[in-house]
């Protein structure tokens, strides 16, 4: 069935070890001496944490309690800002707050926010958890959206600021606020 080694190892003068195994490329010529495949290369933007994992978990709403108030009482807000980064500025933090609201009064938001959660967990390489994105925001959807806020917080966005105003920051070299010094004390 398989060759066995010493079949693998026989090779004649021109570097021709017989025909290539199935790859599921196909080859221009059978007489063509096999190259083994270039090794499949990945590349993915990864922030804090390791990877694949949120940088903090569903339930850690206390480590940003001012998003976790304005999530509890106008989760709107919070939608907005996620779906403007997660877009990429392609719509306004406002007009998706607007039809988050809207949807919100139905009982249909969480369908709407869910896509946003999968959408960066896509652009970022997030792994599902701990449970599949509908049921996430269905069940959690103030601790979702303050999660997906903390990532986008703890990969660099100013949430405030929205998408235009991040990539100008990020062009001009700018990653954070600049930290004033005191005048002198005694």
């Not at 967990?121 to 994105?133: A, F, H, I, K, N």
């Amino acid at each position: 069935m398989y060759p066995s080694v010493n079949d693998a190892q026989r090779c004649s003068a021109d570097g021709y070890l017989g025909p290539a195994p199935a790859s599921g490329i196909p080859s221009t010529s059978p007489a063509q001496p096999y190259a083994p495949p270039l090794p499949y290369v990945t590349t993915t933007l990864r922030g804090q944490g390791q990877a694949g994992q949120w940088s903090t978990g569903l339930c850690h709403c206390c480590d940003d309690p001012a998003n976790c108030f304005i999530s509890c009482f106008c989760p709107c807000i919070t939608f907005g800002q996620i779906s403007e980064i997660a877009d990429r500025g392609s719509s306004s933090c406002a007009g998706n707050g607007v039809i988050y609201g809207l949807l919100l009064m139905t009982g249909f938001a969480c369908l709407y926010s869910c896509c946003y959660r999968s959408k960066l967990r896509g652009q970022y390489d997030l792994e599902e958890s701990p449970c599949v994105d509908c049921l996430v925001h269905f069940c959690c959807e103030t601790c979702a959206l303050c999660q997906e806020y903390r990532e986008l917080k703890n990969r660099g966005f100013d949430m405030g600021i929205g998408w235009e105003a991040n990539v100008d920051r990020r062009n001009r070299g700018v990653t954070a606020a600049p930290i004033l010094a005191r005048g002198m004390t005694r």
